[in-house]
């Protein structure tokens, strides 16, 4: 049987093809001097083809893993195998973000000649994804609220992941809250976080020390059944933190502290 | 007797969490805790799991600034499970044996996470060069309800 060809295009008819593709194809030699850039991919060059042929094609798209060993180009050589990656292109003293493959290419003998590349441009996705940060930082913000409850007692509510940003900014939070109220007992509720890992308990650690140092007393709250054997798991030492399984029962041993006396005469 | 399949183990599904922002932690600890209460885990475990995932990537974050989290649910004949793996391209644990020792940090942690993720799971392996980056793959198996 013959053997067949993968396609019966013609050569003109293949780079018309190419051509037609609306992101930047690009081809390079084995010393990475480019042999063709589609129309996409000159137009984001602003160039013509005879400028650019034979160009290292690090000095056309200046991205940051050119001259690398991050390249992919290289590297897809090296393997032969498709490789892809994130990067940066600065065309025209402009910053691009760009997502590329690169493949080998192989000569009908099967000796390397060099490789291909797809070039997305990625920049909404990049804008997108900022975005999309500031708002989860947004909401980290608005998540740690530091609520007086009664004269001299602070509440802050804890609910969802804690880590070392949010600690902090718990931390910077209620000592503000603190200094503001003149709270004397300070309850930090952590019924609605999902998990207490040593890094958190670390953090409970350090929050109740700088609060006794500002004279407050600190009463961490909501330790449900799973926290409680976690934190046995984990093996570290609350010993000194003032511990209670509900906000109510916090609340009680606050009045206490503070020898108030609240009675339910009025109803 | 069959026992071709006895040592078969497949992973059925895959998330991968990438982490560089301190925030990425969340993502970790949430999916984690999804993942094993759809398989079945108790909920001391699903937390304990969620722990697992917290410290491993609390580490990355800390130590290596980036790397990523993948959480597997696995399979071995009946049995399910779940394989939590961390990888980063950071500096390396120096001393693997002293970082698995209780109170040891070279931050300013507590030095239990490590300690305590080897113990919360069932098998647990360290991989780590210098200034190449660290791979930790531990997993843990659903206790089997029999009769």
Redesign the interface.
Same mark, same amino acid.
């Given at each position: 049987m013959k053997k067949e060809s993968p396609s019966t295009l013609t050569n003109e008819l293949s780079i018309q093809i190419l051509e037609q593709i609306p992101t930047p194809v690009m081809a390079v030699d084995k010393d990475l001097k480019i042999t063709y850039l589609n129309a996409s991919g000159r137009a984001l060059l602003a160039k013509d083809i005879s400028e650019i042929g034979g160009v290292s094609c690090k000095d056309a798209f200046c991205t940051s893993h050119c001259g690398t060993k991050e390249c992919r180009m290289l590297h897809a050589m090296e393997t032969g195998k498709r490789a892809s990656s994130r990067n940066e292109a600065t065309i025209q003293n402009k910053k691009i973000p760009i997502e590329y493959t690169a493949v080998p290419l192989y000569n009908d003998k099967q000796e390397l000649v060099g490789g291909l590349e797809f070039i997305i441009d990625i920049t909404n996705q990049v804008i997108n994804e900022e975005k999309l940060?500031e708002q989860? @930082?947004t909401i @980290?913000e608005i998540s740690t609220p530091a609520i007086k409850l009664w004269d001299g007692i602070v509440i802050l509510p804890v609910v969802?992941?804690i880590?070392?940003? @949010?600690a902090q900014q718990m931390m910077n939070a209620m000592l503000a809250k603190i200094m503001e109220t003149s709270a004397k007992v300070i309850i930090l509720d952590i019924q609605g976080v999902?998990?207490?890992?040593?890094?958190?308990?670390?953090h409970l650690i350090k929050i109740t020390k700088a609060t006794k140092l500002m004279g407050c007393k600190c009463i961490i709250s909501g330790i449900s059944?799973?926290?409680a054997?976690?934190i046995v798991?984990?093996?570290?030492d609350l010993g000194d933190v003032n511990t209670n399984s509900t906000l109510s029962d916090a609340l009680k041993e606050a009045f206490i502290m503070l020898k108030i006396t609240v009675s339910d005469s009025a109803l | 007797m069959d026992t071709s399949l006895a040592e078969e183990e497949f992973v059925s599904s895959s998330s991968i969490i990438d982490l560089s922002?301190?925030?990425d932690? /969340?993502s970790a !600890?949430?999916v984690t805790?999804q993942i094993a209460k759809e398989i079945g885990f108790s909920? *001391?475990d *699903? /937390? =304990?799991l969620? !722990?697992v995932?917290?410290?491993l990537s609390?580490n990355i =974050?800390?130590y290596a600034q980036k790397g990523k989290v993948t959480i597997n649910t696995i399979q071995k004949n009946t049995q399910k499970g779940i394989e939590i793996i961390a990888e980063d391209n950071g500096p390396g644990i120096e001393n693997i044996e002293m970082a698995l020792s209780?109170h040891y940090s070279t931050g300013d942690? &507590?030095g &239990?996470?490590l300690?305590?993720v080897k113990?919360?799971m069932d098998e647990f392996s360290i991989q780590s060069i210098k200034n190449k980056g660290t791979i930790i793959i531990t997993r843990k198996w659903k206790k089997n309800s029999r009769l």
């Open positions: 940060k989860s @930082r @980290r969802g992941v880590d070392s940003l @949010r999902v998990a207490v890992d040593t890094a958190v308990a670390n059944p799973a926290v054997q976690t798991q984990l093996g570290v | 922002l301190s925030s932690n /969340t !600890v949430i805790h909920d *001391q *699903q /937390t =304990l969620a !722990v995932s917290s410290e609390t =974050l800390r209780e942690g &507590l &239990l996470g300690p305590s113990r919360i």
